[in-house]
């Protein structure tokens, strides 16, 4: 029952931690696209954010990488 357990409470946390990956976006300080870290676009100045705070920031999907 122990193994049962520890299994599924490791499946859990490598799910919500798949999701919340998913959710992160960057930014520039001079752009308005949001990137994915592997956009060749993203060159410099990558900042860390959520997809909905760039989002409500004004920021739009970057056509290349498609976040």
């Given at each position: ?28 300080k ?10 060749s ?27």
């Amino acid at each position: 029952m122990k193994k049962v357990l520890t299994i599924l409470l490791t499946l859990f946390f490598i799910s919500a931690n798949v999701i919340a990956q998913s959710d992160i976006v960057y930014i520039t300080k001079t752009g308005s696209k949001y990137h994915r870290i592997t956009c060749s676009s993203l060159r410099s100045s990558a900042i860390e954010i959520t997809k909905d705070e760039a989002i409500s920031r004004g920021y739009t999907a970057c056509k290349r990488c498609r976040p």
